[in-house]
């Protein structure tokens, strides 16, 4: 592959999967908002471009093969933040990949498109939409757009639908961890596969509690080896008694199924900040 381009890529996913990428094309373009980033990896460059402008976005693309789409507001905020960054940002992303002819985009999606699903709903990946926030129905405006640009445009997508991929501090994310090392398999496999179409997958690890239905991520190659039963033990002797009555303990968005449209569901989650440094 000649040209792999990452957004997000000061973000803490980001900081994963620039190494990996790095190794995966004969050039590796890492970009987000931030004027550098410091250290890069050995044929990396860094450009700054921000996705709601698309001409920025356009530049971007250019000469890429496949764009790992990871930059994004990773929250809950009022609608008129999310549009910019995360819905403008999107179809930036797929418009300028189309007029760039690249190949694929390899988009990270979220659970907060199905979040307001009840979570002993064991939901496959062709679960109607059911967002919980704005930031959840921007996810589900790029997976439409994903599936419209395959149909239309021949432009392929795989979605991942990240449940959390953060260390497991609480007990919904007994069921949704996604490892970091699982993160940088399933972005790996999602750029291999030959050909993809439009498709839709799961990001989550190997755990006995998994809520969700990955079977169909199976022609990825996707085999998550992490599993997150190893801190079931402590997790559920340290939680506080869950309220079968609260969203935020029955449907698969957790916090962001609870917290008021335009309110932040990150602030109510305790995510460790543990960024990879070069
Ligand atoms: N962390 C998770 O558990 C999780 C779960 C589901 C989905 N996701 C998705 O994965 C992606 C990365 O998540 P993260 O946890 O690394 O978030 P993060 O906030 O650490 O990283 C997101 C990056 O996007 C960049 N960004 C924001 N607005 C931008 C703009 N206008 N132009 C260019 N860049 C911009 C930010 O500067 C940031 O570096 C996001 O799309 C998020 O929605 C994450």
Known sequence: ??????????????SYLREPLSKMADSFVSSDLADDIGRLYEKET????????????????????MVVHFGAIGDEAPFETILG????????????????????VVYASS???????????????????????????????AEDLA????????VEAVCMRILSCAQVT????????LSYD???????????TPVTGFSIVYGVSNNDRAPVDNAKASFLGYRPKDNAEQFAEEIFAAEP?????????????????????????VATMNIVDDKRKV
Request: proline fraction near 6%; include cysteine; hydrophobic fraction near 40%.
């Open 85 to 104: 960054p995360n819905i403008v940002g999107a179809y930036n992303i797929w418009e300028a990949a189309f007029r760039n002819g690249v190949r694929r």
């Open 182 to 192: 699982d993160l940088i398999h399933l972005v790996q496999c999602a750029i291999t």
């Open 147 to 154: 599936s419209l640009y395959w149909d239309k445009r021949g």
């Open 170 to 177: 609480n007990a919904r994310a007994v069921g949704s961890w």
């Open 111 to 141: 659970i907060h498109a199905v979040g307001m699903h009840p979570k002993n709903d064991f939901i496959g990946t062709d679960a109607p939409h059911r967002p919980d926030t704005y930031y959840g129905l921007a996810k589900c405006f």
């Open 241 to 265: 008694p869950m309220d079968p009555a609260d969203p935020g303990h029955m449907c698969h968005g957790g916090p962001f199924a609870a917290v008021e449209l335009g309110h932040s569901g």
């Open 46 to 65: 860094y450009r700054r471009a921000d996705l709601a402008n698309y001409d920025e976005i356009h530049a971007l693309l250019d000469g890429a093969d």
């Open 1 to 14: 592959m000649k040209r792999i381009v990452l957004t997000g890529a000061a973000g803490r996913l980001g």
